[in-house]
């Protein structure tokens, strides 16, 4: 199969169905038969094989179009597992400016104390990153949009100046999902995905995966054996049911995504609209060049900072202020506030997060009603934020 909508239902699926279940059951035991396997693949569901998990790990990698994957009990585990499985004491790392504020937090705070370091590059200057690379250099990590700012690396070249010096690229895909990108196409290692977001897409499970080169799978399973960062098999059946819709939640948000910033950007109240899909965007001719759809994700400033962002947030009426992304239901924060709160205000300003930026996950309502509601609250706010 290779059709991404048929793929997110299909793949991976059992066979012969058991009992005839149309969907995979969920298979709530810890422990299975044993028949000789060695540790690593003993029936077990720290392991990460049971059936949930395999028919997940299929799926996925046909979704990305990857050798294998493996899903894991959230984004950050797969972060994590990946780095500290690829990286070891003395080594060094690549990585973009502008990075998820997990991401950067585990960077910059606790893989030094583990001996590992890592230079920070500019993605939109390849000429640049060689001054960066050390002996001890073994990878390459970016994002395919950066949290919150949409911005899009230039990611042929990270692929091709990579595979020059022998890196690992790996790339964070939770923004667009394997719908509208998939990096390996382009010559990624490794793709990550918060599971959480647009692969669940109903705000209702904790998940994260990784796909690429079944030899690094492989690895970074084994490790996460040790961590014990195993998907639990009711999250993993949720987490199944909902990427069944990947396809048609992810065009759809699409859609909306693109109307509501085309109509952001010429409102008079909002300064600043962060979307790939605006000619306005300084990658858009990249991103329109390498990606299906320009996502659901925006970030935009609303004229008079922080008080009135906040006021802004409280005249909405259909989004709801949270920290997450990718559900059915449009979710909206300040980033400064909340998602990148663990960062320093110096680190937070390095990687242009003002404190009255919003970031807003377009979700399934019907995009009239979220026009109209953004519109009204924009109206409202010059009281809200005087009064």
């Known amino acids: ?6 793929d997110a239902i299909h793949a991976g699926a ?7 279940a149309v969907v995979t059951p969920i298979y709530q035991a810890s422990n299975y038969e044993y028949h000789g396997e060695g540790y690593h693949d003993v029936g077990y569901a720290r392991l990460s094989n049971t059936p949930n998990h395999r028919v997940l790990g299929e799926r996925i990698a046909a979704l990305e179009g990857t050798e294998d994957a493996l899903a894991l009990a959230s984004g950050m585990a797969a972060i994590s597992g990946t780095l500290l499985t690829l990286l070891s004491a003395g080594d060094h790392i690549l990585a973009q400016d502008t990075l998820y504020g997990g991401t950067t937090g585990l960077l ?4 030094p104390r583990f001996g590992i370091s890592h230079s920070v590059i500019d993605p939109q200057d390849p000429a640049s990153w060689a001054d960066a690379v050390t002996p001890a250099t073994r990878a390459m990590y ?18 091709d100046f990579a595979r020059e010096r022998g890196l690992i690229t790996i790339i964070d895909n939770t923004f667009a999902s394997p ?30 995966s990784v796909a690429g080169r079944a030899d690094l799978v492989r690895r970074i399973k084994l490790f996460n054996d040790h961590l014990g960062g195993s998907l639990d098999p009711h999250a993993a059946f949720l987490l199944e049911r909902g990427m069944k819709t990947l396809d048609v939640r ?23 609209v962060h979307y790939p899909g605006l000619e306005s965007h300084a990658q858009h001719e990249r991103a329109a060049r390498m990606f299906d759809g320009f996502g659901g994700m925006m970030a935009f400033e609303v004229a008079g900072g922080v008080e009135r962002a906040e006021a802004f947030l409280a005249a909405l009426t259909i989004p709801t202020v949270a920290a997450s992304l990718g559900g059915a239901e449009s979710l909206i924060v300040r980033p400064a506030a909340a998602v990148h709160s663990g960062l320093t205000p110096e680190e937070r300003e390095r990687s242009g997060v003002t404190e009255g930026l919003i970031r ?4 399934l309502e019907a995009a009239d009603d979220l026009i109209a509601d953004l519109e009204a609250a924009l109206e409202r706010v010059p009281a809200a934020a005087s009064g």
């Open 108 to 111: 910059a705070h606790d893989l």
């Open 1 to 6: 199969m290779s059709d991404r909508s048929t």
């Open 360 to 363: 807003f996950s377009v979700g």
């Open 142 to 159: 970016v994002e395919t949009l950066t949290n919150p700012l949409c911005q899009v690396a230039d990611l042929e070249a990270v692929a």
């Open 250 to 272: 992810v065009r759809r948000q699409t859609e909306s995504a693109t109307r509501i910033a085309r109509l952001l950007e010429d409102h008079p109240g909002v300064t600043t």
């Open 14 to 20: 059992q066979s012969p169905r058991p009992e005839g």
């Open 179 to 208: 719908i509208n990108f998939r990096p390996a196409e382009i010559g990624f290692d490794l793709v990550i995905e918060s599971c959480t977001k647009y692969m669940n897409g109903h705000n209702d499970v904790i998940a994260g």
